[in-house]
T-cell receptor
Framework: GAVVSQHPSRVICKSGTSVKIECRSLDFQATTMFWYRQFPKQSLMLMATSNEGSKATYEQGVEKDKFLINHASLTLSTLTVTSAHPEDSSFYIC????????????FGPGTRLTVL | GQNIDQPTEMTATEGAIVQINCTYQTSGFNGLFWYQQHAGEAPTFLSYNVLDGLEEKGRFSSFLSRSKGYSYLLLKELQMKDSASYLCAVLFSNDYKLSFGAGTTVTVRA
């Protein structure tokens, strides 16, 4: 149980284009989903927290207009990187949490984004 | 801040034991997680400690001392596949978000 999928696993795009990443909880309903970014040899940095049916909460320094998050259902959240630039190249990982407050986060397999 | 400190790298021999320490700020503590992450993959859940003491799960054990702001992950009977990064993550009650340490890269040598 507690499987989270992400799609696509890898994406290469040209500078200025937008990329959408999907995160799905396959066998449980996720009240809360989180989006992280990880640069090489660094730890995970939280970008935003999304709760189903409400607006995402962004961490300081993360541009909400650049990283659009939609959590339309209890099993799906999407992250859209708009007008991507080479510095947005990173490993994007989502996690899903069955409950609110204190609960284990289950991570998706990650999406490797390369912006040329 | 919510500084979470763990060693950067550790090396051990196959079959040996390795202990990865993690220290954190105690204020607002609400639980500590250990995750394993292989290169290029997402983290996988290993353990969760919220009360003091030792939690054992097969070859992996995790210990917590809340008063000292200290945890360790113990890996026994090391196998080559245990070579990975191990992330200490703390849940603080003010926002219920996980704060991650930088990770400890463990290399298991034959």
């Amino acid at each position: 149980g507690a499987v989270v999928s992400q799609h696509p696993s890898r994406v290469i795009c040209k500078s200025g284009t937008s990329v959408k990443i999907e995160c799905r909880s396959l066998d449980f309903q996720a009240t809360t989903m989180f989006w992280y970014r990880q640069f090489p040899k660094q730890s995970l940095m939280l970008m935003a927290t999304s709760n189903e049916g409400s607006k995402a909460t962004y961490e300081q320094g993360v541009e909400k207009d650049k990283f659009l998050i939609n959590h339309a259902s209890l099993t799906l959240s999407t992250l859209t990187v708009t007008s991507a630039h080479p510095e947005d190249s990173s490993f994007y990982i989502c996690s899903a949490q069955p409950g609110q407050g204190v609960d284990t986060q289950y991570f998706g397999p990650g999406t490797r984004l390369t912006v040329l | 801040g919510q500084n979470i400190d763990q060693p950067t790298e550790m090396t051990a021999t196959e079959g040996a034991i390795v202990q990865i320490n993690c220290t954190y700020q105690t204020s607002g503590f609400n639980g500590l997680f250990w995750y394993q992450q292989h290169a290029g993959e997402a983290p996988t859940f290993l353990s969760y400690n919220v009360l003091d003491g030792l939690e054992e799960k097969g070859r992996f054990s995790s210990f917590l001392s809340r008063s000292k702001g200290y945890s360790y992950l113990l890996l026994k009977e090391l196998q080559m596949k245990d070579s990975a990064s191990y992330l200490c993550a703390v849940l603080f009650s003010n926002d219920y978000k996980l704060s991650f340490g930088a990770g400890t890269t463990v290399t298991v040598r034959a």
